[in-house]
């Protein structure tokens, strides 16, 4: 099958796993925790969902274009956690901004800094990581000619 086809697949599979593990990262550390996930209020509802979006759409645009060489895993896992990252704190910096209008653009770059060291900010990356790793390892198996599963049903009879 054609690499570039092939990584635009599993990328968008390997983005929407990303997605689910974020989400469910988050609800356990915030409830075993007790934390929020987003402290100050100034900030609103919207900042902590569009940097979670943001790095999964850096996560799927890093992946389509590393995995189209599989045989490549370190640059692939690398630039996939710090893409999904810098996005985070990025539109967590914007958002804050676009949030909080009394705000300086100091207060602004503080809150999107401690949100991406403080322990929400660095589950994105380590779980890009993760999902990168599972990626390229699917990747390198479809690009082998690894067939996919088969349910009992689609079998053959004498195999």
């Not at 990328?11 to 988050?26: E, I, K, P, R, T």
């Not at 990747?139 to 000619?145: C, T």
């Amino acid at each position: 099958m054609d690499p570039r086809r092939t990584a635009w697949i599993v990328a968008s599979f390997a983005a929407a796993l990303d997605l689910a593990l974020v989400v469910c990262a988050y609800g356990f550390v915030s409830l075993l925790g007790g934390i929020e996930v987003i402290a100050d209020p100034a900030a609103g509802r919207f900042v902590a969902p569009a940097a979670v979006g943001a790095s999964v759409v850096a996560l799927l645009l890093t992946l389509a274009g590393t995995l189209r060489r599989p045989d490549r895993m370190s640059p692939s896992v690398v630039v996939s956690a710090a893409c999904t990252w810098l996005a985070a704190v990025v539109v967590a910096i914007i958002g804050y901004a676009i949030a909080s209008a009394s705000s300086t653009l100091l207060a602004a770059l503080l809150f999107g800094l401690g949100f991406g060291i403080g322990w929400f900010g660095l589950l994105i990356p380590a779980l890009a990581a993760l999902t990168a790793s599972f990626a390229v390892l699917v990747a390198r198996g479809r690009d082998a000619g690894m067939a996919r599963p088969r349910w009992p049903w689609e079998r053959d009879e004498d195999e």
